[in-house]
């Protein structure tokens, strides 16, 4: 009886494995990251936006693994996802911190995406093309429950009672880290390479973890393209195992983000419309660049005049914030301020008119394409005639742009 006791001690104290505390840790960090390509590969960018098609291997490890580490289905993650893109930063987008608030998306995103899961009309709509197999319908939606119930047994018939602990960091990783982080952090703080109609952001280098979905922003402006880094600074680690895949034969690429190119400098014609609707959300993340050194110079100006505390300082300081986003996206409370800005400064009042004209662009779907070519070329002329350096320097650039 004491030899069985025993046994049964040293069972829970080490588990089948008998691993040291580093190889647990190593372990647990080997599982989850496992998790996280899961989710962004496959969940995320094969099945909610089709980016890519993937082989019947790699498509039923994944679906296997999820079912296993999360119990998540595939219907409803891919329904939830794809209403946020449609719906986004609105009333009715499942997690925005916009609407909901960054602590209750923090704290609660599981509890957000699990209600969300009951609204039928959601998943009907908004889950089309996944997959709907027998074993699909009769084990990981039927019985989502069981695998990760099978996950606690497996962690600790090896691990012992520290089992426990590793499914429940496990079973802790994608409401934290995809549901709070992404879906909280990556929608209200961080930077922007492209100004998309939504408050996306991409966060700092959080790769090893979040596989590539830190680049939050990224993917919001091109939402069908596999690769979410675009600048020779970021790193996508999801990217780099979808290439491994297609190496393998695995994977197959549909689409990747369009590349804004820079030629010699020439007359708009067609093809500089053509490269500034296929960029535009790039071509507007520069001009808010130059917009807000226009409101930065005027900061400092104020401030080398003895303004700094002044009502004017405090206007451009809500202006260099404000100013370069669309006037739908700009708080109530702030566009005050920005008009009083804009009144004390020619300059900057010409660079928002002028933003908003060249938004009109691609906005407008009654015009001919030969008319629209027109207009971009009397907005570049009087650009280059506004006397304005950061209006003849950003036109310049866009007449060496080419699709």
Known sequence: MNEIFNALLNWLEHGLADFSIWQLVVYTLVVTHITIASVT???????AHRALDLGPI????????????TGMVTKEWVAIHRKHHAKCETEEDPHSPQTRGLKKV??????????????????????????????????????????????????????????????????????VWAAGVVNGIGHYWGYRNFEAPDASTNLTPWTLIIGGEELH??????????????????????????????????????????????GEVKPADARTLEALIANRYEVMASYARDLKAACAAELAKIKAEGGKHSERFAQFKQAKRWLHRDVDRIPADVRGDLAGARAASPVIDKLVVMR????????????????LVADLQAWCRRAEESGIAELQAFSMRLRAAHA
């Open 106 to 175: 923090l704290a609660e995103g599981a509890e957000l995406y699990r209600a969300e899961a009951k609204n039928m009309e959601t998943m009907e709509k908004y889950s089309r093309g996944v997959p709907d197999d027998w074993i699909e319908r009769n084990l990981y939606t039927k019985r989502s429950w069981q695998g990760i119930v099978l996950m606690l047994i497996i962690n600790m018939t090896l691990f012992g009672a520290l089992g426990a602990t590793i499914w429940a960091i496990q079973m802790a990783w994608i409401p």
């Open 356 to 371: 908003e004209e060249l938004r009109q662009l691609w906005t407008r779907t009654n015009v001919s394409a030969e008319q």
């Open 58 to 69: 790699p498509s039923h490890f994944f679906r296997f693994w999820l079912w296993l580490t």
């Open 217 to 262: 922003n990224n993917h919001h402006t091109y939402p069908t393209s596999a690769k979410f880094s675009v600048k020779p600074y970021e790193f996508d680690i999801g990217w780099m195992y979808i290439r491994i895949l297609e190496t393998l034969g695995w994977a197959k690429v549909r689409k990747t983000a369009p590349k804004l190119s820079l």
């Open 41 to 47: 590969i496959f969940l995320h960018r094969a099945q």
